[in-house]
């Protein structure tokens, strides 16, 4: 048998190792109940039907109801008990132990480590993550319709922090971000740790040339878009995608803290997911990635190497039950039970 997709054991956790002047703090998930009661995933809907589905809005189109209960929630994921799964405290966890070598993708016991970055487990790990979240939000909520938002910095609108974020008495808000970009300050979508000393006009027509760059011509196939094969027993990141690299890392950056020891939350994966901010920025990030494979050419498609398709993580789901989820299950996101709002693509008339 040659076939080795990485299979990851979150029962089998161990501590990491954060960077210098990062509070200590354990990322490993609570223990469940009992390893046998893993739950093998099952679609949540039959992909015939089309009603029902979640709608994901942008961010800065939000009307008030929608923001309300999008508070809400967060709220009420930040009142859970910490050893609750289901906690913020803990939903931010996961992305910690899975991005900072918690779990072993070898024979000896944590060599090499895992982490889903930088590699073909890029886009399908996050898009199980905030499903996950997604659900227990709305399951906290009782609304089964409740969607995360996205924030949509790939459009003229969007290219700024959602005001909904800089609210100091709301959920949503995070006091270790980057106090010079606060809106209406535009996003440098390259950012590089230095504010470039350009106008606004000039910024925005550089995003929507980066954009179209990143999603169009350096991306014409599956490893350049979605990132290196990597599989069991190999060295982690082979290999990031182009938009991984930019703007997903560059955004990470842009937010997080420069007072902080590494520009917590969002400028260090450790810490990320602790700013609500994470969740709508990587829902942006999942709907490029349907973007781009629709958008035409022969080889924007998915890899189809069961190496990648088998490949597995664990998640604890709105029950607080763990499910084992493959990347084959991830391929077409209205399977999961929800879609985005159809906004328009300014980059795509934006070829540099
Ligand atoms: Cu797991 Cu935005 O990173």
């Not at 002047?21 to 679609?43: E, H, M, Q, W, Y």
């Not at 979640?54 to 923001?67: K, P, S």
């Not at 080889?299 to 490949?311: G, I, K, P, Q, V």
Request: hydrophobic share 35%.
């Amino acid at each position: 048998n040659t076939e080795r997709p990485i299979v990851i054991d979150t029962t089998k956790c161990h501590p990491v190792e954060l960077p210098k002047g990062a509070r200590a703090t354990n990322c490993c998930p609570p223990k469940p109940v009992s390893k046998s009661n893993v739950i093998d995933f099952k679609l949540p809907r039959p992909s015939s039907l089309t009603t029902g589905l979640r709608i994901r809005r942008a961010a800065h189109l939000l009307d008030d109801a929608q923001l309300a209960k999008y508070r809400k929630a967060v709220e009420l994921m930040k009142a859970l008990p910490d050893d609750d799964p289901r906690s913020f405290k803990q939903q931010a966890n996961v992305h910690c132990a899975y991005c900072y070598g918690a779990y072993s993708n070898g024979k000896n016991d944590y060599d090499p480590r895992i982490n889903v970055h930088r590699s073909w487990l890029f886009f399908p790990f996050h898009r199980f993550y905030l499903y996950f979240h997604e659900r227990i939000m709305g399951k906290l909520l009782n609304d089964t319709t409740f969607a995360l938002p996205f924030w949509n910095w790939d459009s003229l609108e969007g290219m700024q922090m959602p005001q909904i974020f800089t609210d100091q008495n709301s959920s949503l808000y995070d006091k270790y971000r980057n106090l010079n970009h606060q809106p209406p300050k535009l996003i440098d979508l390259e950012f590089n740790n230095m504010d470039p000393n350009i106008t606004d006009q000039q910024q925005l027509l550089i995003n929507l040339n980066i954009m179209y760059r990143q999603m169009v011509s350096n991306s014409k196939t599956a490893s350049l878009f979605l990132g290196a094969p990597y599989r069991a027993g190999d060295e982690p990141m082979p290999g990031p995608g182009t938009i991984e690299l930019v703007p997903h890392n560059s955004i990470h950056r842009w937010n997080g803290d420069t007072r902080t020891p590494n520009r917590e939350d969002m400028g260090v994966f450790y810490s990320a997911a602790r700013d609500p901010i994470f969740y709508p920025h990587h829902s942006n990030i999942d709907r490029l990635w349907d973007i781009w494979k629709t958008s035409g050419g022969k080889n924007r498609h998915d890899f189809d190497e069961t190496d990648w398709l088998n490949a597995s993580f664990e998640f604890y789901d709105e029950n607080a039950e763990l499910v084992r989820v493959k990347v084959k299950d991830s391929l077409d996101h209205t399977n999961l039970g929800y879609d985005y709002e159809k906004v328009d693509i300014p980059w795509l008339a934006a070829k540099p």
